[in-house]
């Protein structure tokens, strides 16, 4: 089946005691036995939920993974990868990164002794350079929010591959319909659901995919362990939402193009990052392992001052001014002030992110209406 086909169908069976053509919301926390230890396959609804298991297989399929698991958010999914290693081990992350993954990694996990090492990860060199018999996890961030680069996947698993490490990728920002991580070598795919795949701003959620059953059942272990997991009504949502994935970034793509291409050409503008641009530095690579340039961009404003960047932000009236991202609804952030600000200035602007960069999340709405409103805030 192809993409658009699975996005709908995969995973979905009718209702076998009604016929209901949609997944019910089984809103139960546990189930009737018929002696202890005999049951229909589902025992208490923090290990198994049939709207969370339809949801699973969905987006598995999507991902061309043989295996999914929902969390209830996406830093849990990622923490929930993290809790497979242990005290000494070592993960090489790439640099420029979702500022919550960042703070989760140093804040909370250094402290139980595992070591993380960022670093530029566009040159595939870096990694070999700081890679050891400790490195048990290279985490992989492509596009990277905010900056748009684009990490070679391919290459950078095989170098994890030869040290023994396992890869994982945070494909939230390209979504399963632009890049599949799992064909290009890597081990895990990691989702913030709560973006492209939900699609409409509503449900908090993620998602960890792997064609690997002890990769998976560890994920299936920690999941019921620690029970970060979505309920049923977030599950039917995300089910609901990801069936016009398809479509959705279809337009994502072509407005993003639109607006990427009008900024590059303001007046006003002094740099625009997207990777759809010839000479984007890392566009090649982009063509190669995505199939679609996404709807995220940065820019910076020309005479840039934290002042003028604050100003512009306070004009946008169609973009809403909101942390978040991949919603039907366009929306404007400041990186440095929002979604990265856990970061500590010094590192974030090792690579670019200054406190005068603006992040867009490109919706579907009509293209005119999008700069219409970015010509009156940008004046
Ligand atoms: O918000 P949550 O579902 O827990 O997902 C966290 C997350 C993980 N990875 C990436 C690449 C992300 O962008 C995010 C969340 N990001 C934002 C809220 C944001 O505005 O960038």
């Given at each position: 089946?192809?993409?658009?086909?699975?996005?709908?169908?995969?995973?979905?069976?009718?209702d076998?005691?009604?016929?209901?053509?949609?997944?019910?919301i089984?809103q139960?926390?546990?189930?009737?036995?018929?002696?202890?230890?005999?049951?229909?396959?589902?025992?208490y609804?923090?290990?198994?939920?049939?709207?969370?298991s339809?949801?699973?297989k969905?987006?598995?399929?999507?991902e061309n993974?043989?295996f999914?698991?929902?969390?209830a958010?996406?830093?849990s999914?990622?923490?929930?990868v993290i809790?497979?290693?242990?005290p000494?081990?070592?993960?090489i992350?790439t640099?420029?990164?979702?500022?919550g993954?960042f703070r989760?990694?140093?804040?909370?996990y250094?402290?139980f002794?595992?070591?993380?090492?960022?670093?530029?990860?566009?040159?595939a060199k870096?990694?070999?350079?700081?890679?050891?018999d400790?490195t048990k996890?290279?985490?992989?961030?492509?596009p990277?929010?905010?900056?748009l680069?684009i990490i070679?996947?391919?290459?950078?698993?095989?170098?994890?591959?030869?040290?023994?490490a396992?890869?994982?990728v945070?494909?939230t920002?390209a979504?399963?319909?632009?890049q599949?991580?799992?064909?290009?070598g890597?081990?895990?795919v990691?989702h913030?659901?709560?973006k492209y795949i939900?699609?409409?701003?509503?449900v908090?959620?993620?998602?960890?995919?792997?064609?690997?059953?002890?990769?998976d059942?560890?994920?299936?272990f920690?999941?019921?362990?620690s029970?970060?997991?979505?309920?049923p009504?977030?599950?039917f949502?995300?089910?609901r939402?990801?069936?016009?994935?398809?479509?959705r970034m279809q337009r994502?793509?072509?407005?993003?193009e639109?607006?990427a291409?009008y900024?590059?050409n303001?007046p006003?503008?002094d740099?625009?990052f997207?990777p759809?641009?010839?000479d984007?530095?890392?566009h090649e690579?982009a063509?190669?392992?995505?199939?679609?340039?996404?709807g995220?961009?940065?820019f910076?404003q020309?005479?840039?001052?934290?002042?003028?960047t604050?100003?512009t932000l306070?004009?946008?009236?169609l973009?809403?001014?909101?942390?978040?991202?991949?919603?039907?609804?366009?929306?404007?952030?400041h990186?440095?002030?929002?979604?990265?600000?856990?970061?500590?200035k010094?590192?974030r602007v090792v690579?670019g992110?200054?406190d005068t960069?603006?992040?867009?999340?490109?919706?579907i709405?009509?293209?005119?209406d999008?700069?219409a409103?970015l010509?009156q805030a940008?004046?």
């Open positions: 089946m192809k993409f658009g086909t699975k996005a709908l169908h995969a995973g979905i069976e009718p076998p005691s009604t016929g209901a053509i949609m997944t019910p089984f139960t926390s546990t189930y009737v036995q018929d002696g202890p230890g005999i049951h229909k396959g589902y025992e609804a923090r290990t198994q939920n049939p709207t969370r339809a949801l699973e969905n987006i598995a399929s999507l993974a043989r999914g698991r929902c969390f958010s996406g830093m999914a990622t923490e929930t809790k497979t290693l242990r000494g081990d070592e993960v992350c640099g420029d990164l979702y500022g993954s989760l990694f140093t804040q909370m250094e402290q002794g595992i070591r993380f090492t960022f670093i530029d990860m566009r040159d870096n990694v070999e350079e700081v890679i050891t400790k996890l290279l985490w992989i961030e492509t990277t929010n905010p900056m680069n070679d996947i391919e290459t950078i698993s095989a170098i994890g591959h030869k040290h023994g396992k890869v994982a945070d494909n920002f979504s399963p319909y632009l599949n991580p799992l064909d290009l890597a081990d895990i990691m913030s659901v709560t939900a699609g409409h701003s509503d908090i959620m993620g998602f960890l995919g792997t064609n690997d059953l002890a990769i059942e560890q994920f299936g920690i999941q019921n362990s029970g970060a997991v979505p309920g009504q977030d599950c949502l995300v089910l939402g990801v069936k016009t994935l398809h479509i994502h793509c072509e407005n993003g639109v607006v291409k900024l590059k303001h006003n503008i740099k625009v997207w759809g641009f010839e984007h530095p890392n690579l063509k190669k392992q995505m199939r679609g340039f996404g995220m961009i940065s910076i020309k005479d840039d001052s934290l002042e003028k604050e100003s306070g004009k946008f009236k973009f809403s001014l909101a942390e978040s991202l991949g919603g039907v609804e366009s929306l404007v952030g990186p440095s002030g929002m979604t990265h600000a856990s970061i500590p010094e590192k690579g992110l200054t960069m603006i992040r867009l999340s490109v919706g709405e009509d293209i005119d999008l700069i409103d010509e940008l004046k």
